[in-house]
């Protein structure tokens, strides 16, 4: 049930981005009939195999007990558009992660009193000028 109202929602929102970039609208009953049929179509991969049972196979071959972004990938290989969407968004996760990375190591380094390489390069310099006069 959480699953399929999650689903009602992300296309609840993709159809709301829609509207705004393509001055169209979707009545509730077409978001409702939409969400139902990805829905049902995510539930098997088109050859009539639960996609579950799909994931559980990819993870067994790789030996592995975690699905990741490439098994997801994997999957949504027949649909272009999606498979499409799906890279994309990965990558725009991989990037804010990277960046909130990035953002917490100068916060951490700040409090320890540690400067940046950027910060240590400039100190250096400096240090030489000085040395210099």
């Given amino acids: 049930q959480r699953l399929k109202a999650a689903v009602h929602y992300t296309v609840g929102c993709l159809c709301q981005e829609v509207e705004e970039d393509k ?5 509730k009953q077409s978001i409702a009939a939409i969400s139902e ?6 539930g098997t991969d088109g050859a009539g195999k639960n996609v579950k049972e799909c994931f559980l196979m990819l993870c067994r071959h790789a030996k592995r007990s975690t699905v ?16 499409k969407y799906i890279t994309q968004k990965s990558e725009e996760l991989a990037s804010s992660n990277m ?32 040395n210099m006069a």
């Fill in 23 to 27: 001055d169209v609208q979707f009545s």
């Fill in 37 to 42: 049929i990805t829905f049902r179509q995510c």
């Fill in 68 to 83: 990741t972004t490439e098994d997801v990938k994997l999957l949504a290989r027949r649909s272009n558009s999606l498979l």
């Fill in 99 to 130: 960046e909130q990375k990035e953002k917490k190591k100068k916060k951490s380094s700040a409090a320890k009193g540690e400067r940046t390489p950027g910060e240590q390069e400039a100190a250096v310099t400096e240090n030489e000028d000085s």
